[in-house]
């Protein structure tokens, strides 16, 4: 087997291989006294037929087949051959297949880059830190009572934070317009759940009282037809009813697993559940920073059929968000263009971590391992059953080897790079906003709010 070598655009490559046709037409032949016990041809007896005449009539079918199943086993001898690395499938093209002449083919197709590890030193660092002090606790305890509010029937005037009851009609030109009515509607008055017309409007109206107004759309609310509409509107209250925070007591600390030990053994618990919200965020922020810096230090060329693969890595991903009943799945064509970026980066940052763990023979700690272990078993009521399941389960075991072997890599990274401490609030680092770049903060001001606009419900 002949092997020649053509560098093309970037990273693919182009082989040229030749096999003797002697090989070629001694497999071709095999294949066809194979098939001639099994072919019936009108004429001859069973397993009598001709070579010959099993060559006139399969022998193009029998080439073809011999050819592809050639060219692919060739390939692989010959990237070994001539030690290459390919980063996906070949193009496989015949150049020339008749009798008498060597089969020769092209394989054309991208190669990983050779990547030279960069000065780590270059990268820059801020890590966050905070204490998790009584003030941050009581707002903890504050969030999970209000997650566990519930709406008692009030004998009074709608208040904003109060959940009504309604029926509305909505006409305009003195027609009725079916996507701003609703009966027995419940909403939470003065969140932005209504319009800010409807919204002002009932506020202050209790249980049985009717009331017509006028409310004028927004000028960017999501149904064209509405926007900068001036709608009039009939409401009834049904039932007002207020948010009651569930006491501090027993039956509420229960809900969280503390059956003993009351109001301070729940605030240990509510501390110490902060404490692995806060490590979480400081590890994930400081090693999203090191791949970020890795992948700025860095210049090589990407194979195009990685990033590829990567897309559609990204697309089944996004996909399975909108996972609904068999059958029913909804046919969306998303573009590449869409992930084109972030799959980019997603492949130049896992070739260098690669190229890092084969250079310095990495491989996952036992003892980190364990610990990631018994982390990720803690909050669960019997710990230990967790742990036997992934040592049981080779692919979930392998995960967690991978995630300790990058947190090695985010370790060697930050032992040679410049890190800043950044101390700040435990808000301001489970939020981000501890090491966010001015512009950043008001972009993610401006996400936030499309964000609160995304969410509206579907009534005015």
């Not at 006028?214 to 926007?227: G, I, K, S, V, W």
């Not at 230990?384 to 990274?413: A, F, K």
Request: glycine content about 6%.
């Amino acid at each position: 087997m002949n092997v020649s070598i053509e560098t093309m655009t970037g990273l693919e490559r182009r082989l040229t291989i030749a096999v003797a046709s002697e090989e070629f037409e001694t497999q071709i032949t095999q294949r066809l006294k194979d098939a001639r016990g099994r072919v019936s041809i009108p004429g001859f007896r069973a397993g009598k037929v001709p070579l010959k005449e099993v060559r006139r009539r399969y022998g193009g079918a029998v080439r073809a087949e011999v050819a592809s199943e050639l060219m692919q086993s060739s390939f692989v001898q010959a990237v070994q051959q001539e030690q290459m690395n390919p980063a996906g499938s070949p193009k496989l093209d015949v150049v020339k297949m008749d009798p008498g002449i060597d089969f020769e083919f092209t394989a054309t197709f991208d190669v990983y880059p050779t990547i030279e590890l960069a000065d780590f030193s270059k990268i820059n660092i801020k890590r966050p830190s905070a204490e998790i002090g009584e003030d941050d606790i009581e707002t903890m305890i504050g969030k999970l009572q209000e997650q566990h509010t519930s709406f008692e029937v009030a004998e009074r005037a709608a208040a904003s934070g109060d959940q009504l009851k309604i029926d509305f009609t909505g006409t305009l030109d003195g027609e009725r317009i079916e996507s701003a009515c609703g009966e027995d509607f419940t909403f939470k008055v003065g969140e932005g759940q209504m319009i800010e017309d409807f919204d002002q409007a009932i506020l202050g109206m209790a249980a049985g009282e009717e009331k017509s107004f006028d409310a004028t759309f927004p000028e960017d609310y999501r149904a064209e037809e509405l926007q900068n509409k001036t709608v009039q509107f009939s409401a009834t209250v049904h039932e007002v009813s207020e948010a009651v925070a569930p006491e501090l007591n027993d039956e509420f600390f229960e809900k969280f697993g503390v059956t003993e030990g009351g109001e301070a053994s729940f605030r240990e618990e509510v501390k110490k559940n902060m404490g692995r919200e806060l490590d979480s965020a400081i590890k994930n922020q400081t090693k999203q920073q090191v791949m970020d810096g890795l992948s700025k230090v860095h210049e090589f060329l990407i194979p195009q059929d990685v990033v590829l693969r990567e897309i559609g890595a990204l697309k089944e991903q996004m996909l399975s968000q909108f996972q609904m009943p068999q059958g029913q799945a909804p046919q969306l064509d998303l573009p590449d263009a869409l992930f084109q970026d972030q799959a980019e980066q997603r492949v130049k940052v896992g070739l260098v971590v690669n190229e890092i763990i084969v250079k310095h023979e990495m491989k996952a700690d036992a003892a980190l391992v364990d610990e990631q272990l018994k982390t990720i078993a803690e909050p669960y009521d019997e710990p230990d059953q967790v742990i036997s399941w992934y040592r049981s389960n080779p692919e979930q075991m392998q995960n967690v080897e991978m995630g300790v072997l990058e947190d090695q890599v985010v370790d060697l990274i930050l032992a040679q790079s410049t890190v800043e401490e950044v101390v700040a609030s435990y808000a301001d680092v489970l939020s981000g906003a501890a090491i966010a770049e001015p512009e950043a903060e008001a972009n993610s001001e401006g996400s936030e709010s499309e964000v609160a606009d995304a969410q509206d419900v579907e009534q005015p």
